[in-house]
């Protein structure tokens, strides 16, 4: 009998396209994989995320989780928590426990190996992605084109436990996409852990873009996962030069304060970031701009988190995701003096959070009356949810859009949500 087998998944876009990598192997081996929230199957796949201690516990709580809802279920652990703390999982009744380069080779190690333990495997060199992978909506693809990172920022684990920067080779990842393409895909999202880091025998994120999107088909690419750097200017012109290219990039900030920035070990200061963030508003107008920030680092004083909230004032980003810092064992910061309080983070991460969702309010306002492509995916009580290339959602009556395929729609109050907002 057919084996049937689901998949949870936490944190970024990577482990997403992870999750339809991981999908598409269980199928390869004959296994049915059923809806997320189904409460009976024989495997579970748990696709974790260590970006934060809070990530790491919710990770853990969701294993026990899977084991309380279908006990007989073979459980398999993979993703960045499972580099962090993959011996905590297995204490706490995971049956397998899978590291990142494992998941390339799940077919082979569930069809072989069922107890498999392994602590290293190749983080070296180009890797390659041969499954194909299988999306939840048919609206949206992931295309894996990067993974690891060289930048060592002192707060992340990431560099630990995903390796060095390796891309994809550029031939495999322009056939994927348009096979994906061919086969109705109307957006494709480039991930990495930093996709502007894409370097394929000199050829870089530019050059990929450019091919995929001379593609032929009604089709847009969205970049997710870029890092600020002053090298990756150029990203802008080609983003500029092609409108297939989804107005939208995720720049992460992580602090406002150069002294911050500069014992974080981020590439750039703040000056640099704005002037970055200048350059993209002045050639994509219109562009979401979305980033990350952290309060409460080791060191912060009062006038650096308010030199930071200026800042991030200043930047009116569409979309801000504020964290309260969480030592990372292992990452330098984790042993940084003058840590705040954890109320005086809080209080701070709030501050922050307020600032963000009234910068994303005037984002959307600021679309009323503005035409957006935008590829609607959900049907639900008579309405239709969908997203523009500059990442707003959009609802409009369920028998006035088609899913699926790119249509153009005017936004006002309605549809945007403006009044929810
Ligand atoms: S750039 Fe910094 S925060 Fe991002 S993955 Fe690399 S080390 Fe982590």
Not at 213 to 239: K, Q
Not at 242 to 256: A, D, E, N, W, Y
Not at 322 to 327: K, M, T
Not at 371 to 377: K, Q, R, S
Request: with cysteine; net charge positive; proline share 5%.
């Amino acid at each position: 009998m057919k084996k049937t087998a689901v998949v949870r998944t936490l944190g970024c876009r990577l482990n997403s396209a992870d999750t339809a990598l991981i999908q598409a192997r269980l199928e390869s081996i004959g296994c049915t994989v059923l809806p997320d929230d189904a409460v009976s199957f024989d495997l579970a796949v748990l696709n974790t995320c260590a970006v934060t201690a809070e990530a790491v516990r919710k990770s853990r709580q969701e294993l026990r989780k899977l084991k309380k809802l279908c006990p007989s279920a073979v459980i398999a652990v993979a993703g960045c928590a499972v580099e962090a703390a993959g011996e905590t999982f297995r204490q706490e009744g995971a049956d397998l426990i899978l590291t990142n380069p494992d998941k390339r080779d799940l077919a082979k190690i569930l069809s072989g190996h069922p107890a498999l333990n392994r602590a290293s495997g190749d983080m070296t060199g180009n890797f390659r992605e041969s499954a194909e992978a299988v999306f939840p909506f048919r609206s949206r693809a992931f295309v894996k084109v990067q993974e690891g990172c060289n930048n060592f920022c002192t707060y992340c684990i990431v560099p630990y436990v995903r390796g060095r920067e390796r891309s994809r080779k550029f031939d495999e990842v322009v056939s994927e996409c348009r096979r994906l393409v061919g086969a109705g895909f109307p957006e494709l999202v480039l991930t990495g852990v930093n996709t502007c880091a894409y370097s394929d025998e000199g050829r870089n994120l530019g050059d990929l873009v450019r091919t995929v999107a001379a593609l032929p088909g009604d089709f847009r690419i969205r970049l997710s996962s870029t890092e600020p750097h002053i090298n990756n200017r150029s990203i802008l012109d080609v983003m500029a030069e092609t409108p297939k290219v989804c107005r939208f990039l995720h720049l992460s900030l992580q602090h406002g304060s150069d002294r911050i920035l500069r014992a974080m070990n981020r590439h750039y200061l703040a000056g640099e970031y704005a002037d970055f963030v200048a350059e993209a508003r002045a050639k994509i107008p219109d562009i979401h701009l979305g980033s990350d920030v952290i309060a409460g680092f080791p060191g912060e004083t009062d006038e650096d988190f308010s030199v930071c909230a200026d800042f991030v004032r200043r930047m009116a980003f569409a979309n801000l995701h504020v964290f309260v810092y969480s030592p990372r064992p292992g990452t330098p910061a984790a042993v940084m003096p003058d840590r705040p309080a954890a109320e005086v983070a809080e209080r701070r991460a709030a501050g922050l959070r307020r600032i963000g969702q009234r910068s994303r309010q005037e984002f959307i306002r600021s679309q009323i009356g503005k035409e957006l492509p935008v590829i609607f995916e959900t049907v639900s009580n008579g309405v239709v949810r969908g997203w523009s290339d500059n990442y707003i959602q959009l609802t409009v009556p369920a028998d006035s859009a088609r899913t699926g395929a790119i249509v153009r729609i005017i936004g006002d109050e309605k549809n945007l949500g403006t009044q929810n907002v």
